[in-house]
Structures are given as C-alpha cells and as structure tokens.
C-alpha cells in the first residue's frame, strides 16, 4: 500500500501538472485536504509530510479531531451541511466556512465569531447545476447574497464553492461557477479571491477552470470506509 507521505508529493505533482498546463502559478492553487472519515492518526501524518489545511463535513467527528490537533496548528475549513443550530460551533472551531448559502446562517456565523479570532472566511455554496435537492444559492440569487453577507462585520465573504451534479462531465459546471464569481465581483468587495472546486475526480479540470481551492480527501488518505 502507498504511505501518505507518497500520494501527497504525487497529488501535488498533478497538481503542479495541470496548473503549467493552464498557464497558472501552482502556489495560487490551495490544497485542503478533506479528512472526513479519517482519524487523527491519518491528519498526522499528512501534516508531516506537509499539509496545513484541513477539511470536515460532519461537526461532531470535526470538533473531536480539531481538539486532540491542537497542537500542530492546522488550518481548519468546514465543507458540511450547516444546521442553523451549529452556528455556533462552528464559528468558533474553524477558519473558513464552504458551504454558507442563506442570509440567516450568515448572520449567525457573524454573531457567534469570537472577536479574538477575527474574521471568518466565508464562501458561498452555489446549485451549480440547479439540482432541486442540492444545497447552494442558485446562481442568479448569488450577487444579492453576497451583498448582504459583506455587511456583515465578523465575516470575510472570499468567493464561492461548489459541487457539481456527478451524473454530467464537470468541466462545463467548473466554467459556469467561474463565470458566476467574476459577474458577482461588483457585488463582493475586495478579498473577493477565492474559488473552491474539485475533488479527486476532477481537480484537474477544476485547475483548467479557475479552482484557487481544490478539496482532496481520496487521493490523499485512500478510499474512506463508507460503513461507518
Ligand atoms: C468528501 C468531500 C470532498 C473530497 O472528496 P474526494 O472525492 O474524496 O476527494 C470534497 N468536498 C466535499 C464537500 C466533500 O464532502
């Protein structure tokens, strides 16, 4: 079996791939390593081989990991659903949020962020592909909530996630989210920078794209057990 340590510097030489492929500086290009379903055993040793930045979906299992880690200083991002109940916590624990899509989760990140912290940086998910299930702000609904969100004075609103339906070649999906942040930029302001797309599936075309954030979970810890 491959060590951590081994698909981490080829996961990074792909990546270094594919951004000379598209004419881009790889260090415009952040790695945050989704770490849902591993143990802090698995985080360890990708943060000696050099990860800084991690991500979780699932709040409990997060918090657990994000204490017993303190130690190493990591950045943390939530890539979960939010329930409006978690606001809380999650302002607290992490550093950057993905996955904001309505006024009313905004505001209570804002309220709850510990002054001491600093801002939060947020990201709004988008329905990239209008799927009637799909979290995310459709696109056209996208500049208004962008307006709202920089009045608001504990967060620092980045720019945009999403996750494309994986039914359709994602390349196209990728296309239309960068489209959707350059014409939402009048509405942002300044640290409007940020772009979160691609998986292990599909980093590459993300980088094609335009992704300054690209979420890696697979191709760095192996395939996560899904009986859990
Ligand atoms: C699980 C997950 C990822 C990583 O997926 P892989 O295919 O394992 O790279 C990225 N983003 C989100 C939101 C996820 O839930």
Redesign the pocket.
């Known amino acids: 079996m491959q060590s951590t340590e081994n698909r981490i510097s080829s996961l990074q030489a792909r990546i270094q791939r594919a951004a000379a492929d598209a004419g881009r500086n790889a260090d415009d290009i952040r790695l945050v390593a ?1 770490s ?1 379903r591993k143990p802090e055993a698995a985080i360890r040793a990708a943060a000696a081989a050099g990860l800084r930045e991690f ?1 979780e ?1 699932y709040l409990q299992e997060a918090a657990v990991k994000i204490a017993a880690l303190a130690d190493l200083d990591l950045t943390w991002h939530f ?2 659903a939010i329930q409006s109940n978690k606001t809380t916590e999650i302002a607290r624990l992490f550093q950057w949020v ?1 996955t904001v899509d309505r006024e009313k989760i905004a505001r209570r990140l804002s309220s709850s962020r510990p002054e001491a912290a600093g801002p939060l940086d947020i990201l709004i998910q988008v329905n990239i592909d209008d799927e009637p299930q799909k979290a995310g702000v459709a696109t056209s609904g996208l500049a208004e909530l962008a307006a709202r969100i920089i009045e608001l004075p504990n967060l620092r609103l980045r720019g945009v996630m999403a ?1 494309p339906k994986p039914s359709a070649p994602p390349r196209e999906a990728f296309r239309r989210l960068r489209n959707a942040f350059e014409e939402a930029r009048p509405a942002a302001a300044s640290n409007w920078d940020t772009i979160s797309m691609g ?3 599909d980093f590459e075309d993300a980088i094609a794209e335009g992704a300054t954030i690209v ?5 760095i810890f192996g395939p ?1 057990d899904l009986s859990q």
């Open positions: 989704i849902k991500g979906n890539v979960g993905h996750i998986m292990t599936g979420r890696v979970g697979t191709a996560r």
